[in-house]
């Protein structure tokens, strides 16, 4: 799979976190914008490139009324060449190209990516997997990744303490005794930062896991709900549910189907 697309607005903010299960480069051509990815949050201005591998939790936000351009483009590992493809596994973050020209390159060559994809030219798909590879490459030859924005402390750490032991029963008393904070502030703060519940965004960590488990194990479903860390099957059915509106079983078979058709 790969596709692309540009989006341009003002006041499209997202409502939660979430993830996906493939890649996903965004680059920003005008505006600006705060993204979070898992528990940090990083400012974004034009010319910047931000990478997600899969099952990176992260949304974005701006500033009201503020218009904002961006090109967005989404891609499986299978698109890649291995090399790259294990380079970028692990390397979730928002990347600063340095100059004019470095910034000049990489959005010309993902505009390129855009073109192909959407087309129907003569071995599109290649030469936009092509266009993707030269962007990537560019972007880890030049690019330096951005530090985290500072000031947000507390609540980095209580995200990083949820994605440490989601397998735990996480509560808000746990959180704002273990924070030394009140749970009034606690989840007004949650909220603003990740746009959820503590209760909803601890569910996402643990459905995102037990989507990991899928393709990392041969657990049963009723294993993999209580090795993430829900009470019993109907509370993970549920949560499941909710987070990626589809049941866990049919989502279960779809990824070992597409696990045991790539060994082949």
């Not at 100059?99 to 192909?116: D, H, I, M, N, P």
Request: glycine share 10%; charged share 20%.
């Amino acid at each position: 799979m790969l596709a692309a697309e540009r989006v341009a607005g003002r006041d499209d903010n997202m409502s939660s976190s979430h993830f996906h299960d493939f890649y996903e480069i965004y680059f920003l051509e005008s505006g600006e914008r705060t993204y979070i990815i898992d528990d940090q949050a990083y400012e974004v201005h034009p010319g910047s490139l931000v990478l997600l591998p899969p099952y990176t939790m992260h949304y974005s936000f701006g500033a009201k009324g503020a218009p904002f351009c961006r090109l967005l483009v989404y891609f499986q590992p299978e698109a890649l060449d291995q090399a790259m493809y294990e380079h970028l596994l692990h390397t979730p973050g928002v990347f600063s190209l340095g100059t004019a020209q470095q910034r000049s390159t990489v959005g010309r060559l993902l505009c390129g990516v855009l073109e192909e994809a959407q087309g129907d030219g003569l071995y599109g798909r290649v030469c936009a997997a092509s266009g993707l590879a030269l962007a990537l490459a560019a972007v880890l030859r030049a690019g330096h990744r951005e530090r985290e924005q500072p000031g947000r402390d507390k609540m980095s750490r209580i995200l990083r303490y949820i994605a440490d032991h989601y397998m735990e029963e996480i509560s808000l008393d746990l959180l704002s005794g273990k924070f030394f904070i009140s749970k009034y502030f606690l989840c007004r703060e949650f909220k603003k930062y990740t746009k959820s519940t503590v209760g909803g965004y601890v569910n996402s960590i643990r459905v995102l896991n037990a989507q990991r488990l899928f393709l990392e194990s041969r657990l049963n479903l009723t294993q993999i709900a209580m090795q993430v860390g829900f009470s019993g099957l109907g509370n993970f059915e549920r949560a499941f549910r909710k987070v990626t509106g589809m049941a866990p079983g049919k989502s279960l078979r779809m990824y070992r189907e597409r696990a045991a058709s790539k060994g082949n």
